[in-house]
């Protein structure tokens, strides 16, 4: 075992002190030693609820012949720290989460880890940081929050509050009605109910096969979590007697598996650069093109909140991954048949799986023609752009507008709230890539604005930043290059013509190229909006969304 370096031998005695030190009793010493790399956190609401979880994991190791030890690794709300310079920290969190769990693992010699996560960054995080270490691990995703309500109308965070605000400013309801769903639409511990990013990372982790069976869907709150949990840390100790690895579980088939689901769903868009960055970790050969090839071939199965009214609650109900992966395995065959960490194939998991057909369709009767995301190119994105396809009405699929540019979400959001962007309108938001934000803020709160004004279908908004898994609308995100590289999205002046084309992937600034490059000549140098700090550090290492903002 990895812990045999610090616990046998003569001249480990002063390591085996500081672990008596540390409660271990000289009867559990020569056990496997696992930690529990947790996220909890008093200011995450998805992650509130871990303390309990914590002391499930802890009886199931103990009960599967293990040693716990639990640590702490850092959480970001994407909610809280949205629309303001806090999210300049979201995405770059990832790679801190991923290094801490990767430097406490490793300097201790654990022999293996149950990472207990939740939030959009922090299970993709967790995931680079188990391949990167490739010692048996097993991912517990603490699950969604219940369905908030008021007055018998569904809420989710979204709906209830970001898109509330939109609607309060357009004058369709009331001061008081806003303060009712603000105070309604987040009932419970658990990630945000839609399929956002948490959810989205939730589900494409149990799809890679790295957590167990209902992990993803099962509440924050029910006792099934905390059984799961418990199940997990059991598990752990098996993986690492059996020395099952992160490597042998995540491939590139599971990759791809995760990718045609995620397609098939319609998760967030986040879930590119999140992928991108795990294939990176485990040298996997996943790029950009898996997305492109797949996403011709895969059409949308499943339609849940922002796009639609069900949540992650009744996708659960209708018989949750396992049901998905079900409709799927037997009919794609690009969907292959790959390990989990619950002992079982993808083959043996979902042959007694019960699908709920009015939620999941079939491959024969889908949601949409069309995969849940997409790629787009063009002359403004030579790199590649995304799209959450399933998010934009099908008659916005060929859309056609003026460009409204802006060097920052703040004055885009200052043009929104003052109704200066009008039906028509592109709006344009750069410098907010991963090296130009630094971080490539998520731009929730104007595609909300737009969404709750009404504009949803008669403007778009285009970014080198990224998207939330809430948005909705014709948004387009991940532009590559980005501003801050000379991309042509700098170039962008008030009054060009811009033609989004869905059905075709393109994404195209109506310019004459002779004019481009005359602008190309007079854009000035970017410079860096942080000299020092994370950030700052961030900034210099960071590569570009296609190559999954990696550090």
């Known amino acids: 075992m990895n812990s045999d370096k610090i616990k046998k031998g003569l001249a480990r005695t002063p390591h085996r002190g500081l672990l008596y030190a540390a409660g271990v009793s000289k009867k559990n010493i020569d056990k496997p030693f696992i930690g529990i790399a947790s996220s909890f956190s008093d200011l995450v609401p998805g992650h509130i609820g871990m303390r309990d979880l914590e002391r499930q994991i802890e009886k199931g190791i103990h009960s599967g012949g293990g040693q716990a030890f639990v640590f702490g690794v850092p959480a970001v709300c994407d909610g809280i720290a949205m629309g303001h310079s806090g999210m300049q920290y979201s995405l770059p969190s990832r790679d801190l989460i991923a290094d801490c769990v990767e430097t406490v693992a490793a300097a201790h010699q654990l022999d293996g880890l149950v990472l207990l996560s939740n939030c959009d960054k922090i299970t993709p995080g967790m995931l680079i940081a188990a391949l990167r270490l490739n010692i048996p691990a ?3 995703t603490a699950g969604p929050m219940l369905d908030g309500t008021c007055k018998h109308q569904k809420l989710t965070m979204i709906k209830g509050s970001f898109e509330a605000v939109g609607k309060f400013r357009a004058g369709m309801i009331s001061e008081e009605e806003l303060y009712e769903m603000e105070e309604n639409s987040c009932p419970s511990a658990g990630a945000c109910q839609g399929l956002y990013t948490a959810n989205t990372m939730a589900c494409l982790t149990e799809v890679i096969g790295m957590s167990l069976p209902q992990c993803a869907t099962s509440s924050a709150v029910s006792a099934l979590k905390r059984r799961i949990a418990f199940e997990s840390g059991m598990q752990a100790v098996s993986l690492v007697r059996n020395n099952i690895k992160p490597s042998d579980i995540i491939t590139r088939d599971s990759l791809r598996n995760a990718i045609i689901c995620d397609l098939a769903m319609g998760g967030s868009t986040n879930s590119f650069l999140h ?9 996997i050969d996943i790029t950009l093109k898996d997305f492109e090839e797949l996403s011709l071939k895969i059409k949308q199965i499943v339609k849940l909140d922002p796009s639609a009214a069900p949540t992650m609650t009744d996708l659960h109900n209708a018989g949750g991954i396992n049901a998905v992966l079900k409709t799927l395995y037997n009919n794609i065959p690009e969907l292959t048949n790959t390990m989990s ?6 083959e043996e998991l979902v042959k007694n799986a019960w699908v709920d057909t009015e939620l999941i369709h079939s491959t024969d009767n889908p949601v949409t023609q069309k995969p849940g995301l997409g ?5 403004i994105a030579e790199g590649g752009c995304v799209t959450k396809i399933s998010g934009i009405d099908e008659k916005c699929y060929e859309f056609e ?3 409204r540019p802006f060097d920052s979400e703040e004055a885009a959001m200052e043009a929104l709230e003052n109704d200066r962007i009008k039906a028509g309108d592109v709006i344009v938001i750069r410098y907010e890539g991963p090296k130009g934000g630094p971080g490539m ?15 949803g279908t008669s403007a778009a908004l285009i970014t080198d930043g990224r998207f939330s898994g809430g948005t909705r609308g014709i948004c387009i995100g991940h532009i590559c290059p980005e501003a801050a590289d000379g991309g042509t999205i700098a170039l962008i002046e008030e009054g060009d013509k811009i033609k989004i084309d ?13 004019i481009l490059e005359e602008r190309r000549k007079k854009l000035k ?12 550090k961030y900034a210099r290492f960071v590569k570009d969304a296609s190559h999954g903002a990696i550090v």
């Open 138 to 140: 097993i991912i517990v």
């Open 275 to 283: 992928i991108l960055a795990i294939a990176n970790a485990g040298g």
């Open 341 to 346: 960490v619950s002992g079982f194939t993808t």
């Open 375 to 379: 790629i787009l190119y063009g002359n």
């Open 401 to 403: 507008g003026i460009a």
């Open 441 to 455: 803020r998520e731009m929730l709160a104007p595609t909300s604005l737009l969404v709750g004004k009404g504009l």
């Open 502 to 514: 869905i059905n075709n992937r393109k994404l195209e600034l109506l310019v004459d190229e002779t």
């Open 525 to 536: 140098p970017f410079e860096p909006k942080h000299t020092s700090g994370y950030l700052a």
